[in-house]
């Protein structure tokens, strides 16, 4: 069952709506556009533990005008009230939900998220794969992929090791660590081709970036974009800086490459 409505943020509507499997998402589409467009399913971030699709509205809607795609923003469960693989599973509803619509161009599909966010789109594209369902590209955002990271550095800021060993037993709770996390997984063949962005001062750098050659060695594209100096979350805290502009930039050009026919 579907059901729409119009929920006020700020100074622009947005378009929620509600798959037959119970998860809401947050639609946008660039103004004045018409027919299929090619779609981008997005991920919020927040540790696994926090926050909502309605706080990346700003994002969602900027990528969608630039971009010229649907963006579908999902609001998973949480842990640890929600532990693995609620989350997943919830995107994975939002997923096939795009793939019958008739406004979203799905044989132009994308998958990406922020953070948690991007860790839970690595995740989706193994059961995207599995599951036969064509994505054209991963826009992975400084990915939370590996629960064994926990190296303590002063110049991690925002999400730190203590942090981190928290968000992930949250979100893990009982379940298996060599199926539940990205970097863990030996089977990366066939997944998405994928684009990294992270900042060199992130936590998550090297697990970033022995990801991207993981996937490469095993024949999937990637192209990781470090970003010298920048911490984690960096784009969010300065969004109107310069290295924040051009980071959003970078992937508004990895979106529009992947979803691009020819």
């Known amino acids: 069952m579907r059901r729409a409505y119009r929920v006020r943020n700020g100074r622009d509507p947005v378009t929620t709506v509600t798959t037959g499997g119970g998860v809401d998402v947050r639609l946008f589409r660039p103004a004045h556009s018409s ?7 997005w991920i919020h ?15 969602a809607r900027a990528m969608s005008e630039r971009a010229g795609v649907q963006v579908v923003s999902v609001d998973y469960r949480l842990a640890p009230e929600h532990p693995y693989p609620a989350a997943l599973d919830d995107c994975l509803d939002a997923l096939r939900w795009m793939t ?4 979203i161009d799905t044989g132009r599909i994308a998958i990406g998220g922020n953070s948690a966010g991007g860790g839970l789109a690595a995740a989706l594209a193994y059961r995207a794969r599995d599951a036969g369902i064509d994505v054209r590209l991963q826009l992975l955002t400084y990915p939370m992929l590996d629960d064994r990271t926990r ?11 203590s942090a981190n060993v928290f968000g992930w037993a949250s979100y893990l709770g009982g379940a298996e ?16 081709p994928a684009w990294i962005g992270v900042g060199t001062l992130d936590l998550f750098a090297a697990e970033n ?8 060695a095993a024949g999937v594209g990637c ?6 100096g920048a911490f984690h979350g960096f784009d969010i805290v300065a969004p109107r800086t310069a290295i924040a502009q051009d980071f959003f930039g970078r992937q508004c050009d990895a979106v529009r490459r992947a979803l691009t026919h020819g």
């Open 100 to 103: 019958d619509q008739p406004d």
């Open 45 to 59: 971030g927040g540790g696994y533990v926090t926050g909502s699709a309605a706080q990346d509205d700003r994002w």
């Open 177 to 192: 660590p060599d199926t539940a996390v990205p970097a863990r997984r030996a089977d990366l063949e066939g997944l998405a």
């Open 151 to 161: 190296e303590a550095d002063p110049r991690h800021r925002l999400w730190n090791a």
């Open 223 to 228: 192209h990781v974009d470090e970003i010298e």
């Open 35 to 41: 027919g299929r467009l090619p779609g981008l399913l």
């Open 209 to 216: 970036r022995d990801y991207g050659e993981r996937l490469r």
